[in-house]
Antibody, heavy 121, light 112 residues
Framework: EVQLVQSGAEILPPGESLKISCKAS????????IAWVRQKPGKGLEWVGV????????KYSPSFQGQVTVSADNSISTAYLQWSALKASDTAIYYC??????????????WGQGTLVTVSS | QSVLTQPPSVSGAPGQRVTISCTGS?????????VHWYKQLPGTAPKLLIY???NRPSGVPDRFSGSKSGTSASLAITGLQAADEADYYC????????????FGGGTKLTVL
């Protein structure tokens, strides 16, 4: 059974760094893209970026390029999303998700449970 | 503002048919990129309803169908049920300006 299990909720002040995780199981981690999707409170879905663990290729939405970093550790089948300096506008739920096909824009058939990141002083 | 445009809300009575539109451009849906549809209930992760324009994952009832024409796509739901009340999102790819996956702004379906 495919599962994506994300790290727990975080509450941090502005300016802090953060790295959230997404542990995958039930499939060959290096064979599928892993994406990150943001959802601000009461708002819609936004594509953040994606990584192919097989060769570490990453792609970012223009809105998030330079703002976050997507990475993966194949030895523990875990993907990460990190910030070097959080802003209040980063407050949101972040989902990791696995596109079903061979392209990064394939439909997403598996989602993590979401990680709530709250940035507040 | 989303690259893919959806109506903010649609509604229908139980048993009726509703459609949700998703309008893109010549660099997204019009360029032939696949469209996918998701259903999201409050407090939960999205669920894939339709992939690659008109394919249903296993377990999704055939009351849900997708279509695409030109720069737009549509999700149709027949035999509307109370359990269909949710937010619905379309997703595709836009090759301009630098290429990225894009979502629609979402549509709230209310079952009257």
């Amino acid at each position: 059974e495919v599962q994506l299990v994300q790290s727990g909720a975080e509450i941090l002040p502005p300016g802090e760094s953060l790295k959230i995780s997404c542990k995958a199981s039930g499939y060959i981690f290096t064979n599928y893209w892993i994406a990150w999707v943001r959802q601000k409170p009461g708002k819609g879905l936004e594509w953040v970026g994606v990584i192919y663990p097989g060769d570490s290729e990453t792609k970012y939405s223009p809105s998030f390029q330079g703002q976050v970093t997507v990475s993966a550790d194949n030895s523990i089948s875990t993907a990460y999303l990190q910030w070097s300096a959080l802003k209040a506008s980063d407050t949101a739920i972040y989902y990791c998700a696995r596109p079903r096909g061979g392209s990064s824009w394939s439909g997403i058939d598996y989602w993590g449970q979401g990680t709530l990141v709250t940035v507040s002083s | 503002q989303s690259v893919l445009t959806q109506p903010p809300s649609v509604s229908g009575a139980p048993g009726q048919r509703v459609t949700i539109s998703c309008t893109g451009s010549s660099s997204s849906i019009g360029a032939g990129y696949d469209v996918h549809w998701y259903k999201q209930l409050p407090g939960t992760a999205p669920k894939l309803l339709i992939y690659d324009d008109n394919n249903r994952p296993s377990g999704v009832p055939d009351r849900f169908s997708g279509s695409k024409s030109g720069t737009s796509a549509s999700l149709a739901i027949t035999g509307l049920q109370a359990a269909d009340e949710a937010d619905y999102y379309c997703q595709s790819y836009d090759r301009s300006p630098s290429g990225s996956v894009v979502f629609g702004g979402g549509t709230k379906l209310t079952v009257l």
